[in-house]
T-cell receptor, first 113, second 114 residues
Framework: EPEVTQTPSHQVTQMGQEVILRCVPI?????FYWYRQILGQKVEFLVS????????KSEIFDDQFSVERPDGSNFTLKIRSTKLEDSAMYFC???????????FGQGTRLTVV | AQSVSQHNHHVILSEAASLELGCNYS??????LFWYVQYPGQHLQLLLK??????LVKGIKGFEAEFIKSKFSFNLRKPSVQWSDTAEYFC????????????FGSGTRLQVQP
């Protein structure tokens, strides 16, 4: 069964450092998403991406965040200067249409120290 | 903007007990509704979804949910839970049409005791 894969599974970084979280969406999917879940809190939407541009972003997705689809398979989330409060589980998701089921990856646990 | 409320934060049941988890949403238009499950240490998996048609939808592992439009609700049910159902359950909504993303509820942690 096709799945969304994310790397790394766990990343520890120092405050102020840049991190790149990587995702490989399901191959025929066209819509890509990043969500995050701070420990003990709800899953929050960050950004959606379609046709090589951001479709929608939340207020969390400020200037320190960026997304990119550098090639035909990867979808990355970059956090430019990490803060302690960026510590969370980051989930990538993809879907084959705007109104179809989103498939989630296993997540990257980001710990900022 | 849409919002989702899950009123049960932590539910403890014995095996074979019946389950109902509440989910209410707030949005003025037509929505698509989802229940996701997150087993310990694992990713979010879709349990079931409602787009249109029969408001009673059946999902995997014996779960079902009923969309009641007048109550803006999409409660999740299972007649007899198992220990393996121990997980966190998230209700999610998105406006139908367009490219809007999912809005999740805060989740309900279900603990099933053997």
């Amino acid at each position: 069964e096709p799945e969304v894969t994310q790397t790394p599974s766990h990343q520890v970084t120092q405050m102020g450092q840049e991190v790149i979280l990587r995702c490989v969406p399901i191959s025929n999917h066209l819509y890509f998403y990043w969500y995050r879940q701070i420990l003990g809190q709800k899953v929050e939407f960050l950004v959606s991406f379609y046709n090589n541009e951001i479709s929608e972003k939340s207020e969390i997705f400020d200037d320190q965040f960026s997304v990119e689809r550098p090639d035909g398979s990867n979808f990355t989330l970059k956090i430019r200067s990490t803060k302690l409060e960026d510590s969370a589980m980051y989930f990538c998701a993809s879907s084959d249409g705007p109104n179809t089921e989103a498939f989630f990856g296993q997540g990257t646990r980001l710990t900022v120290v | 903007a849409q919002s989702v409320s899950q009123h049960n934060h932590h539910v403890i049941l014995s095996e074979a007990a019946s389950l109902e988890l509440g989910c209410n949403y707030s949005y003025g238009g037509t929505v698509n509704l989802f229940w996701y499950v997150q087993y310990p240490g694992q990713h979010l998996q879709l349990l079931l979804k409602y787009f249109s048609g029969d408001p009673l939808v059946k999902g995997i592992k014996g779960f079902e949910a009923e969309f009641i439009k007048s109550k803006f609700s999409f409660n999740l049910r299972k007649p007899s839970v198992q220990w393996s159902d121990t997980a966190e359950y998230f209700c999610a909504v998105k406006p139908s049409g367009g490219r809007r993303a999912l809005t999740f509820g805060s989740g309900t942690r279900l603990q099933v005791q053997p």
